[in-house]
T-cell receptor, first 114, second 115 residues
Framework: QKEVEQNSGPLSVPEGAIASLNCTYS??????FFWYRQYSGKSPELIMS????GDKEDGRFTAQLNKASQYVSLLIRDSQPSDSATYLC??????????????FGKGTMLLVSP | KAGVTQTPRYLIKTRGQQVTLSCSPI?????VSWYQQTPGQGLQFLFE???????NKGNFPGRFSGRQFSNSRSEMNVSTLELGDSALYLC??????????????FGNGTRLTVT
């Protein structure tokens, strides 16, 4: 059973702080990794993808991947109240057939207080 | 470019009935995946279709089925509804051409309530 684990939270941070969200996965051969944001009552929206070890930055967001430790993280700098949402970590195990199947963690709820 | 479109947005059904949900993918996307989301279990994979063929299937009972048409539009059907089927059903599309780095793009979902 391929698993993706996230701390359910809530993670509470003050406005302007750095929020750090973590995710571990069980399938060592997993190939690609995604972070989705989901507001209450809405559908998930993609905010970051990462495929290689190291950091990837996009605006206030930085994704970090460590395949040896099977660990993915998302840092949100200068957190805003509008960042309050559930953040879903998703993993694609890859494979030669190119299946478009992601395994999702249950998500971490982030609360940013003004 | 239009996003993923799911219809209807809301459904209320009675136990024992069946339901059909519809999904139109982003233009040019040939892969359509379906997920069930509940507060307790999170997002769980139902199945994925590519070029009218089911390529992958999650661990759901046979009451859950789907199909894909030649224009890549997809439907999922749930027969003999149970209370536990109440959930948000999400459809997602991707190009599907063997590139596992392509993310999924989600529709707004169909909220199914079974009474």
């Amino acid at each position: 059973q391929k698993e993706v684990e996230q701390n359910s939270g809530p993670l509470s941070v003050p406005e302007g702080a750095i929020a750090s969200l973590n995710c571990t996965y069980s399938d060592r051969v997993s190939q690609s990794f995604f972070w989705y944001r989901q507001y209450s009552g809405k559908s998930p929206e993609l905010i970051m993808s990462i495929y290689s070890n190291g950091d990837k930055e996009d605006g206030r967001f930085t994704a970090q991947l460590n395949k040896a430790s099977q660990y993915v993280s998302l840092l949100i700098r200068d957190s805003q109240p509008s960042d309050s949402a559930t953040y879903l970590c998703a993993v694609n195990p890859g494979g030669g057939s190119g299946y478009s199947t992601l395994t999702f963690g249950k998500g971490t709820m982030l609360l940013v207080s003004p | 470019k239009a996003g993923v479109t799911q219809t209807p947005r809301y459904l209320i059904k009675t136990r024992g009935q069946q339901v059909t949900l519809s999904c139109s993918p982003i233009s040019g996307h040939r892969s359509v995946s379906w997920y069930q989301q509940t507060p307790g279990q999170g997002l769980q994979f139902l199945f994925e279709y590519f070029s009218e063929t089911q390529r992958n299937k999650g661990n759901f009972p046979g009451r859950f089925s789907g199909r894909q048409f030649s224009n890549s539009r997809s439907e999922m059907n749930v027969s003999t509804l149970e209370l536990g089927d109440s959930a948000l059903y999400l459809c997602a599309s991707s190009p599907g051409h063997g590139d596992y780095n392509s993310p999924l793009h989600f529709g707004n979902g169909t909220r199914l309530t079974v009474t």
